[in-house]
């Protein structure tokens, strides 16, 4: 081989080599460019929809106002207010109210104690007294509460509150685990934080809904589709998900509310 046959090919790896280190730089360059804008659109829908909680929170007094012959008490968080939702009535909460209606042709008041933000603690020390100052039982009690307790994780704590709160429940409260993170390491806490809470709702005899599973297995798809910009909350077609993770426990005790009516 000779000196001028080495250098050509010299030449050409060493193009290679430059021309993949480029292609890399490029990617990381595009990668780092795709998370700012992410985290932009991620603030700046933070902003947004913590312009309508006061919007919500005032839709479900307004509604809880109103008599009907079915109570339906939803313990939680900004989840049951619906933030994120292109309206509060398509949060969770109000696609299960809407479904009782529809299923009985009965008036049904939605009593919305949830608190955006809200952790395990505020269920116990703001919407626990909320149901009591009621002053009537729920014939439909769910509770869904728990997601804002993970970015400051204390399994103790969690476990404490969690059952601090079943143990005032009436026994009948349909009780959701926490929603899939799907990334770590929120999901790993996820993980940890609903097996303490069925254990307490084991012990406490509550059923149990496996709001989870459900989410957990949209995958990719899900997050792409069901999330609202902030990519926390979901959005209208994750709530429609979330109800129906509801839907057959919420059905099992409204058959038993009927046949006392009746």
Request: with cysteine; net charge positive; hydrophobic share 45%.
């Amino acid at each position: 081989m000779t000196s001028s046959t080495r250098k050509r090919r010299g030449g050409r790896a060493g193009a290679r080599v430059v021309g993949a280190a480029i292609g890399v730089i490029g990617s990381f360059v595009t990668v780092a460019l795709w998370v700012a804008w992410l985290r932009g659109r991620r603030e700046h829908w933070r902003g947004t929809l913590s312009g309508s909680i006061p919007v919500n929170s005032a839709y479900w007094r307004e509604l809880g106002s109103k008599p009907g012959e079915i109570l339906y008490v939803a313990i939680g968080d900004s989840a049951a207010q619906g933030i994120g939702a292109s309206r509060p009535a398509h949060s969770y909460v109000g696609f299960l109210a809407r479904e009782l209606r529809n299923r009985t042709s009965r008036a049904v008041r939605v009593a919305n104690l949830s608190v955006s933000g809200g952790t395990v603690r505020t269920a116990i020390d703001i919407e626990l007294p909320l149901l009591t100052a009621l002053g009537a039982q729920p014939d439909i009690l769910t509770v869904c509460i728990g997601a804002n307790d993970i970015a400051d994780f204390d399994a103790e704590r969690f476990d404490s509150d969690i059952r601090e709160l079943f143990a005032a429940l009436p026994p009948h409260a349909i009780v959701a685990d926490l929603p899939s993170f799907y990334f770590l390491p929120g999901e790993k806490k996820v993980l940890v934080a609903n097996r303490l809470l069925r254990a307490a709702a084991a012990d406490f005899g509550l059923e149990v809904v496996g709001l989870h599973a459900i989410t957990k297995r949209q995958g990719l798809w899900g997050v792409s589709t069901q999330f609202a910009g902030d990519l926390f909350h979901p959005n209208d077609r994750g709530y429609a998900l979330w109800a129906r993770a509801f839907t057959p426990a919420v059905d099992r005790r409204l058959g038993e509310v009927l046949a006392q009516l009746d």
